[in-house]
């Protein structure tokens, strides 16, 4: 399957992260080419650049915003799941991005400070405003997941994951029997087993192409958001869509 349903929009498996980005003229252009390229799913923070990122996507989608799922997140540092805080960034990241509603807003962190119950229900409260339509959470395990999903319904988790850090297998297939969007951040990192190589070579792709068709084959519902500012990386990330790397045992080794 080359989409996914996330958050109301039918969009390609392949996502774009933009830890990086900022209002920069050439960031902002290359945002506008990503969108043309086929990007459909792209992901920000409140902290990413200093909010350089969201307010970057606000200047650059507008036109678009019923085409684009855009997914943000707050509450990342100890204290900033408060319900106070929440708030704020939450209306902050309305303001940056220039909408009236959120299509997919993360809790960024569950926060040591303050009950996961109790950030979730200031998430909610906006839910219930209208300005974020769709909830997902951050670095989570199965049975916090499950409590959030008490608050309020859960499109989709966001957790490390790669060919070297695979410690959320469970969660994965909790999130395939649940139909919840598995989002793996930092999804290029680690080197991979002995066939990673040679299955880019007999495909005529990069070694990441390789790594990101190996995390759709993982599971249908993971959609990689692979973070980039060139157009040919973007380009290159999207061609996993179409990969299939057959057995994959000797990739993951």
């Given at each position: 399957m080359r989409t996914f349903q996330l958050?109301?929009?039918?969009?390609?498996?392949?996502?774009?992260?933009?830890?990086?980005?900022?209002?920069?003229g050439e960031h902002v252009a290359f945002v506008r080419e990503a969108v043309a390229e086929g990007v459909r799913h792209i992901d920000t923070a409140h902290l990413y650049s200093g909010g350089d990122s969201e307010r970057a996507l606000?200047?650059?989608?507008?036109?678009?915003?019923?085409?684009?799922?855009?997914?943000?997140?707050?509450?990342?540092?100890?204290?900033?799941?408060?319900?106070?805080v929440l708030s704020a960034q939450i209306e902050q990241s309305?303001?940056?991005?220039?909408?009236?509603?959120?299509?997919?807003?993360?809790l960024h962190r569950v926060d040591p400070e303050t009950p996961l119950e109790e950030s979730l229900g200031a998430i909610r409260a906006h839910v219930d405003r209208g300005v974020i339509r769709h909830v997902g959470v951050s670095e989570v395990g199965?049975?916090?997941?499950?409590?959030?999903?008490?608050?309020?319904?859960?499109?989709?988790?966001q957790n490390r994951?790669?060919?070297?850090?695979?410690?959320h297998d469970q969660v994965i297939d909790f999130c395939q029997r649940e139909g919840i969007a598995f989002v793996p951040y930092f999804?290029?990192?680690?080197?991979?087993?002995?066939?990673?190589?040679?299955?880019?070579?007999?495909?005529?792709?990069?070694?990441?192409?390789?790594?990101?068709?190996?995390?759709?084959?993982?599971s249908a519902v993971v959609l990689p958001i692979p973070g980039t500012l060139s157009i040919e990386h973007l380009r290159d990330n999207l061609a996993a869509l179409d990969l299939d790397l057959g057995d994959a045992a000797d990739i993951a080794a």
């Open positions: 958050g109301g929009v039918e969009v390609p498996r392949i996502g774009l992260g933009t830890n990086r980005l900022t209002t920069a606000g200047e650059t989608l507008a036109d678009v915003s019923e085409e684009v799922l855009v997914a943000t997140k707050g509450g990342y540092r100890p204290g900033e799941g408060r319900p106070e309305l303001r940056s991005l220039r909408t009236d509603a959120i299509g997919l807003y993360y199965i049975e916090q997941i499950e409590r959030a999903r008490k608050i309020v319904p859960i499109a989709a988790v994951y790669n060919l070297a850090e695979r410690q999804p290029l990192r680690g080197r991979g087993g002995p066939g990673l190589a040679d299955a880019a070579r007999r495909l005529g792709v990069s070694e990441n192409a390789v790594k990101l068709a190996w995390l759709l084959q993982r």
